[in-house]
């Protein structure tokens, strides 16, 4: 069985166009990636377990105060599989 996670932009019921965006996966890809998820909360104190991506990008909402060090560190723990065992204050230059 698979399950899927999808957010939506332009749901205004005037606007004829929806775009819908995510991932589907199997239960077992899921239950792999939820202590992941679980260490972005814990290290990054995500709104509830949810990470509104675009404020995350223009840094508004829940991200507006962060400052560049704890935003790069977000961003890089997203993007590296490897950084992900564990939240570190340290910054890796590339």
Same mark, same amino acid.
């Given at each position: 069985m698979l399950n899927a996670y999808l957010d939506a932009s332009g749901t205004d &019921? @005037?606007?004829? *166009? *929806?775009?819908?965006?995510?991932?589907?996966?199997?239960?077992?890809r899921w239950t792999e990636?939820? &202590?992941q998820w679980e260490a972005l909360v814990d290290c990054f104190g995500a709104n509830g377990g949810r990470w509104p991506h @675009?404020?995350?990008h223009s840094r508004h909402g829940q991200y507006e105060a962060w400052d560049d060090q704890k935003?790069?560190?977000?961003?890089h723990w997203r993007t590296q599989p490897d950084r992900r065992r564990g939240c570190t204050s340290q910054v890796r230059l590339q």
């Open positions: &019921p @005037t606007q004829d *166009i *929806i775009v819908a965006g995510g991932w589907v996966a199997s239960e077992n990636f939820q &202590p @675009t404020d995350f935003w790069d560190r977000a961003h």
